[in-house]
């Protein structure tokens, strides 16, 4: 499906006669990348410029051909092993770290077998089992459970399932500010995405273009001298960035969200992608359903996830 042991890149987009150093820009690449493996790969002679070895810190142009040794797991930061929630023949329920693509969407490549193929976690899962189907996505650096289908019945049963909201997903969020009016609320609005830029933002009133959205939320914690707040959250409709989206139009973003957080809160809990973690998910399908004997269960994630993540619960 990928090449695990050589990747080839192309330097583009610098200025005119404009150079850099090699580990910059396979850095900015490859943003998981530990520096420690980077710099072992050029002392073995694992990495080469326009076909030669090089061992240093050697400077680059547009057009240079780039010859990477590194395994995918490496390079990618890839989970060594698959935390399995739940598994029989029909589904399986696994959790996704953060750093990872849930599946090959717009910012992956379309063609498996090119070198710039990013390894998602629908392709770990297929390694072990290689009828899985990903139902529902994760943000890349949103963590937690997503479920797949092994057959096209379950396919089409959660499909439809989720569609018309007999899923109930709960979700973990550590948010900016722990001063709530309210300890639980269902909050309302309406969601616009801008397309350029992917941001989105909650309206009170319906515009063209934009969707309903419904977060309700639950406070389960607050720390006054760190002034942020653990939120369970669930989503009663499901639009991309919702909660992120919604929680910062209240004022509560999310802490180590780039682009809905602040920047000088993450800096302060030095988090840099959003404590959003899926966590729960319970079915209500119908009696006639092949997944119906699923329906008095609740799937969970180990509470050592998810909680003392900031270290001052």
Do not use: W
């Amino acid at each position: 499906m990928y090449n695990k042991y050589m990747r080839i890149i192309y330097v583009k987009n610098l200025k005119s006669k404009e150079t850099v150093q090699i580990v910059n820009y396979i850095s900015k690449t490859f943003p998981n990348l530990k520096k420690s493996t980077l710099y072992k790969a050029l002392r073995n002679k694992d990495i080469r410029v326009n076909d030669k070895k090089i061992n240093e810190n050697i400077m680059i142009k547009n057009n240079d051909k780039i010859d990477i040794y590194i395994k995918d797991n490496l390079l990618f930061d890839l989970p060594k092993n698959i935390n399995y929630i739940y598994n029989d023949e029909n589904i399986i329920i696994a959790f996704k770290p953060q750093n990872i693509l849930s599946n090959d969407e717009e910012k992956n490549t379309h063609n498996n077998n090119t070198q710039n193929y990013e390894p998602t976690f629908e392709d770990l899962v297929k390694k072990d089992y290689n009828d899985a189907k990903l139902l529902n996505r994760l943000d890349r650096n949103t963590s937690g459970l997503v479920i797949f289908s092994r057959n096209q019945k379950s396919y089409d049963a959660l499909y439809s399932a989720f569609k018309n909201g007999d899923i109930t997903k709960e979700y973990i969020a550590y948010v900016t500010g722990y001063n709530f009016q309210k300890k639980h609320d269902i909050l309302t609005g309406y969601i616009l995405k801008d397309k350029k830029t992917s941001y989105s933002k909650v309206l009170k009133e319906k515009v063209n273009g934009s969707k309903q959205v419904i977060t309700e939320y639950n406070v389960l914690s607050i720390n006054k001298n760190k002034d942020f707040a653990i939120l369970k959250i669930i989503l009663h409709t499901g639009k991309t960035h919702q909660i992120r989206a919604h929680l910062k139009s209240i004022n509560h973003p999310i802490i180590g969200d780039s682009k809905y957080g602040i920047n000088e809160i993450n800096k302060k809990f030095n988090k840099y992608k959003q404590l959003l973690i899926a966590y729960s998910y319970t079915f209500k399908f119908d009696i006639n359903s092949p997944l119906y004997y699923l329906n008095n269960k609740r799937f969970e994630l180990d509470k050592k996830i998810y909680t003392n993540i900031l270290g001052c619960e």
